[in-house]
């Protein structure tokens, strides 16, 4: 649950070293004859043939990097998923319990971030020095978070931590309904954990977790009520969403417009490619040109169905689509209902003291490592005097103590994990929320509580062999990957790093850093020699990720000279699909030579895959008149271009998205000159 965004962090390697050591005890149960049974399910079947639909999407992604990446981390989350059928059943209040002591320190993190991080960042953004204080050379996408407002917790966005904490708070207003039923004496301090979970999605600050809960909580009620009640409230319900439709202004809704945008641009994108898709993240380089004149652009299409169909077309589609639908089906829940009145507290397994205690040792040590990002337990009260252990501390007891109390009473929780998981699943109808891996595990255990499962039998010791042989073969390819992960992982962020220092607007303060990061000493060389050794370095880093798109980008854009520049960059093109930014940064190079024609034509390019974003035409209006300037020929015939560009531009202006107009600031330099 608390994942940064840094894939080197270490949050991960914890996580994957927890799986690990779990799935070779697995492996040695087996070998004993210990465990005599391997468990499967449906809903695990189908999200195998998820994965394998996606390869061939993955393997033609845009950014292959990227691709293979989110390829790893799904089948981290299948073996997750396998281990979770094998060993929760018997533990389903176990996990439960510790879901909502992970959601209580997310929500601890939403308000200490609120009132003592988003205030101080707002400063240094307001002040130009926010790529000082923010890590992982993310101070473009920390910028754009703070302008939307809301806190995210340890998430990217506050979509990610609204949509988990509304879940946490499906299965806390569960167990408040369950000890206040049975009359237990701590029913009143149970009201604290809805309440605290409330506060932390408030701060948050999104409409999609609110809706998601509320229809989640319709679905369950209705499917648990009587057959004529529930068409009578099928009918009102309906009713009044199609006068909702028919007389609110929904496209005036600025959250609601841009989502109809991207809809209908990966629309129009899958059905060029219906069955098998154009290939990951194809939506970030395609899209835009799909795009209504009045949307926004976006790297996501913000439904992970029509994600998968742009990404890998029906044959991806279909596999989730029915892994939804089979997670959501109301005879689940009616199942839950019956098994719910029989389980009670005194027949469930018996809980050890020392698990409550387990928080108390793991979240301090992860705040210890560096697991919390650092533009946020930093600003904390009395942070500087090194007393983020010491907040460690009091949010591993505050998670213990949760986690103690959900132990204690929850016969009906397995209700509260059914309207998490339909808060899960509409959610990413909205939002690209199956993109967060923290998000999908969360998904994996809630479904793994409420689920049932068939089993294998492995009562002779040839299958008990097999199975921990096949399990244990399994985990040391894993741990190799893990461990190649970690360093591609470290070496690629210094890479990253670098690029971005040569790149940098603030070019004194840029050139020291990266004197600092290439290990020379103060002083002891030249600027312009510090930047040659940067390139040097950068072009070698480069060099060992041929996939990574955007860091190649990157290192081609840095160059100074014009014409090594375009050798790069056309080399880039040549090798990767083209995007906005490289064939800009292409024609800005031609430009910069003198060579208008190419300058021109890649302006071109550029406008065809980005067509509302208007500073492309202006830049494309300056091109024209540096032509018109360094040649006689074609006067007219650039004049009438530039006639046309301007006409287009004053057409557009009123009609595109507030971003995508131009700056008064470039149309004041513009009319001027």
């Not at 103590?401 to 132990?407: G, K, R």
């Not at 300056?622 to 560009?645: C, F, G, N, T, V």
Request: with cysteine.
């Amino acid at each position: 649950m608390i994942a940064t965004p840094d894939f080197s962090g270490v949050d991960h390697h914890l996580w994957h070293v927890l799986l690990l050591a779990g799935c070779a005890l697995l492996a040695w149960e087996w070998y004993r004859g210990w465990r005599q049974e391997v468990f499967y399910g449906p809903c695990g079947l189908v999200f195998v043939v998820l994965c394998l639909a996606l390869l061939p999407a993955w393997l033609r992604g845009a950014q292959p990097s990227s691709a293979m990446g989110f390829a790893l981390a799904y089948a981290g989350q299948l073996v997750f998923a396998g281990y979770c059928m094998q060993v929760i059943a018997p533990r389903v209040h176990l996990a439960l319990a510790a879901v909502l002591a992970a959601v209580t320190v997310q929500a601890g993190l939403a308000m200490g971030q609120y009132f003592w991080v988003l205030p101080e960042l707002l400063r240094q953004l307001e002040a130009g020095r926010l790529s000082d204080v923010v890590t992982h050379d993310a101070s473009h996408d920390m910028a754009e978070r703070l302008r939307n407002g809301g806190s995210y917790g340890s998430f990217t966005l506050a979509n990610g931590l609204a949509i988990v904490l509304a879940a946490g708070l499906a299965l806390a207003v569960s167990l408040c309904h369950n000890l206040w039923r049975q009359g237990h004496p701590a029913r009143w301090p149970s009201l604290l954990l809805p309440l605290w979970l409330t506060a932390g999605l408030i701060l948050a600050d999104t409409k999609g977790s609110w809706a998601a809960l509320a229809a989640a909580t319709l679905w369950v009620s209705l499917s648990l009520c009587r057959p004529r009640w529930r068409w009578t409230a099928i009918g009102v319900f309906g009713g009044a969403l199609i006068s909702l439709a028919l007389f609110v202004p929904l496209l005036e809704i600025p959250s609601i417009a841009v989502r109809v945008g991207y809809h209908l641009a990966a629309t129009q994108l899958w059905l060029e490619s219906p069955w098998w898709g154009h290939g990951w993240e194809a939506f970030a380089y395609q899209g835009a040109q799909h795009l209504p004149v009045w949307a926004e652009f976006a790297r996501r299409v913000h439904n992970e169905v029509l994600e998968s169909l742009v990404a890998g077309g029906l044959l991806a589609a279909l596999p989730l689509i029915a892994l939804m639908i089979m997670l959501a089906w109301p005879s689940r829940g009616q199942s839950l209902r019956h098994q719910a009145t029989e389980r009670t507290p005194a027949s469930q397994p018996h809980t050890p003291w020392w698990m409550a205690v387990v928080p108390l040792g793991l979240i301090p040590l992860g705040v210890a490592l560096g697991t919390l990002q650092s533009d946020n337990l930093a600003y904390w009260p009395g942070a500087a005097q090194g007393m983020m252990l010491l907040w460690g501390l009091l949010w591993g007891a505050c998670a213990g103590m949760v986690f103690w109390l959900a132990t204690r009473c929850t016969s009906s929780l397995p209700k509260g994990s059914w309207v998490a998981v339909l808060v899960l699943l509409l959610g990413s109808l909205i939002d690209f929320h199956l993109h967060e891996m923290a998000v999908v595990t969360l998904l994996i255990v809630l479904s793994c509580c409420h689920s049932s499962f068939a089993s294998i039998d492995l009562s002779t010791p040839r299958r008990q062999h097999l199975a921990a042989g096949s399990m244990l073969t399994m985990v040391i390819l894993a741990s190799f990957l893990v461990q190649n992960g970690q360093q591609r992982s470290e070496e690629l962020a210094h890479a990253q790093r670098i690029v971005s220092l040569l790149t940098s607007d603030h070019q004194d303060e840029a050139t020291a850093q990266l004197q600092t990061l290439l290990g020379a000493p103060d002083g002891a060389a030249d600027p312009q020699t510090v930047r040659q050794q940067g390139r040097a370095v950068a072009s070698h880093l480069a060099g060992r990720f041929p996939a990574h798109e955007a860091l190649l980008a990157a290192a081609a854009s840095s160059h100074r000279d014009p014409h090594a520049r375009i050798r790069a960059l056309e080399d880039h093109l040549q090798r990767f699909t083209p995007r906005t930014g490289v064939l800009s940064d292409l024609a800005a190079s031609h430009a910069q030579a003198g060579a208008w024609e190419a300058a021109i034509h890649h302006q071109q390019q550029a406008i065809a895959l980005n067509p509302w974003f208007l500073p492309l035409r202006q830049q494309l209006i300056s091109y024209y008149r540096a032509a018109q300037h360094s040649r006689s020929s074609d006067h007219e015939a650039l004049a009438a271009a530039i006639a046309q560009e301007e006409a287009r531009i004053r057409e557009l202006t009123p009609q595109v998205f507030s971003r995508n107009r131009i700056r008064p600031s470039a149309v004041q330099q513009e009319s001027t000159q």
